[in-house]
Each structure stands twice: as C-alpha cells, then as structure tokens.
C-alpha cells in the first residue's frame, strides 16, 4: 500500500506522526507548497518528497487531499488527467466539501471514483484522534476498510452521513482546540491563585483526560456525573453556578453554532 498526500501541514503531520508511533510501515509519497518545509520533515521521517502533486498521484494508491478548501479547487485541476487516467483512492479531510463536488471537480462521478470523505483531528498525532468517515458508491469495502483501519491505528472512527459532517468537525475537529483554551483558562487561575503555569496546565490537563475517560467508562450521563461532583452547600455548586451565570452551557453552544455555520459557508 502506497500512501500520498497533497498538503503537509499541520492535520497531515499529525496523522503521519501518529502513523509512524503505532509502527505503520506504508511507503509515504507527499508534496506541498512549502518546499523549505515538507523536504526537511520527508527527509526526516522516511517520507518521498515529490516534486509536484500530480508526482504524487502518480506514485501511490491511496490519495489523501490535505489542504485548505481555498486550493483545493486548483489542486484538482491539476492532478485531473492523473487521476482519471489512474483512478486511485481519494480521500479528502478538507472541510466542507462534499464527495460529489471532489468527483465533479475530478470531471468523474461519485460511482466513477473512490472518494472518501474523512474528518480526522489532530489528536490524531497521539493516537487519540476521532475521525468520521464516509465513501461514494465507488469505494470498494476492501478499500474503505483499509482506509477505516488506518485511522483506526490513530484513534476512534465512526461512520457519518455527510449531511452529519458539519456538526462533527464542531465537536471533534475543531473541539481539540476549545479543549485546549478550556484547559488554559483553567491554568490561568492556576496562576491568579499562586500556581507556576506549567504546573497548572499540567493539573488541569490531567483533570480534564480523567473526565474524559470517566464520561466514556462509565454508564452515568455526564450531567449525572456533575451532580456526583457536586457535594451539597460545596465549592463545586458555587463554582457551576457562577459558569452558567457566566453563560457557559451558551457560549459552548454559540461557539459549535459559529462552527457548524462556517462549515456550510453560511
Ligand atoms: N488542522 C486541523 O486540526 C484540521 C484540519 N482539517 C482540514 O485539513 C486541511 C489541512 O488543514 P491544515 O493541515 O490545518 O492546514 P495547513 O495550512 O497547516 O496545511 C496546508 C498544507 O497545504 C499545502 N498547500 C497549499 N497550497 C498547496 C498546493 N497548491 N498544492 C499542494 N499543497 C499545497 C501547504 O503548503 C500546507 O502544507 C484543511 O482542509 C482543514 O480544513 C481537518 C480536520 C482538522
Ligand atoms: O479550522 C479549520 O478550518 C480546521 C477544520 C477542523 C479543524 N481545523
């Protein structure tokens, strides 16, 4: 199985790294704009540097799209010819763009071309990503399992309709970074009340990966997981209130409505 991808920046090097702890062996074949960048880091992880995309085309079987959906459209221009003369497997993490608009773009149908749409995240990095995937009538189940199996070296996947997509990269594409100002925010209190900040980070962080483990072990909702936490006349209840007094349960909300609406170019 060859491997390439059109675009190495931050998601794709996230993947690859993640690839590369779990032992993943496949021969990587990648290119993209920034040739001072992707040379040093292919050179440095056993990776071919390519000289344009449509090398990359050329070279492996399984395509992954990995670049901003401002270029895509060009991108596609430019390895058309390449891939309806090679018909490889097309994958695309690019937010927003739907299997049938890569296929018309590709000038193929979605029952002409392997198309699977995916939205990795970059926790992914650490074999702790959630990627949602979906695949056009084309996709062979050989095919969609290799490309489920890869993802599932790296983390979770769950199988979406793409209707679904926009709502995923709220709460698991781009969740990681509201986790993180989460997580800042709380070491910024750490830090008011006297912590070193790498110590507060390190605190909450482990409080919220804990939280995070308990609300997937464990058969209580994590609204009832709250109630747990919060003993009666107790700091917890005195600091819930203040949050939602604060607008918290709204801002999450507010901040996955801006998500979900970008996505749809709204
Ligand atoms: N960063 C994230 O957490 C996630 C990103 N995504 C999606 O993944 C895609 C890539 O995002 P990032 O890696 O964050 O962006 P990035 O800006 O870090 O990387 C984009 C890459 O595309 C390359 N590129 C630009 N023009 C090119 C061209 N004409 N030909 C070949 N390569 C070209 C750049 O040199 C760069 O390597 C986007 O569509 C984004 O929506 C999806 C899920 C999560
Ligand atoms: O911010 C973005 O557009 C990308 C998509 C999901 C995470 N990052």
């Not at 001072?36 to 071919?48: D, I, N, R, T, V």
């Not at 070296?153 to 926009?166: A, R, V």
């Not at 070491?187 to 790498?198: H, I, M, N, P, Q």
Request: proline share 4%; glycine share 8%.
């Amino acid at each position: 199985m060859k491997l390439g991808f059109i675009g190495a920046g931050n998601m794709a090097r996230a993947i690859i790294n993640g690839w590369s702890s779990q032992g993943q062996k496949a021969e990587i074949y990648l290119h993209s704009a920034h040739k001072a960048s992707y040379e040093p880091y292919a050179k440095e992880h056993g990776l071919h540097a390519c000289t344009s995309n449509t090398e990359v085309v050329s070279k492996a079987d399984i395509i992954f799209l990995a670049v901003k959906p401002l270029v895509l459209a060009e991108v596609l221009h430019e390895i058309k010819e390449t891939v309806q003369a090679k018909k490889p497997v097309v994958v695309s993490m690019v937010t927003g763009v739907s299997i049938a608009e890569i296929a018309d773009l590709l000038e193929l149908t979605p029952k002409e071309l392997e198309v699977i749409r995916i939205m990795p995240n970059v926790n992914a990095e650490i074999a702790a990503g959630m990627t949602a995937l979906n695949a056009s009538p084309a996709v062979t189940e050989t095919n969609f399992l290799r490309v489920k199996g890869l993802f599932e070296m790296i983390g979770q996947t769950e199988i979406l309709p793409e209707k679904d997509f926009s709502t995923f990269v709220a709460l698991a594409g781009s969740s990681p970074a509201y986790v993180y100002f989460f997580i800042d925010a709380m070491s910024r209190a750490g830090v008011k009340y006297g912590l070193k900040k790498d110590q507060a980070t390190k605190i909450a962080a482990q409080a919220v990966l804990g939280s995070a483990q308990k609300v997937l072990a464990d058969q209580k909702t994590p609204m009832q997981l709250v109630d747990d936490v919060c003993s009666p006349g107790g700091t917890t209840i005195a600091g819930l209130l203040a949050m939602e007094e604060a607008g918290f349960m709204t801002a999450v909300i507010k901040g996955m409505d801006a998500t979900i609406n970008k996505d749809q170019g709204k």
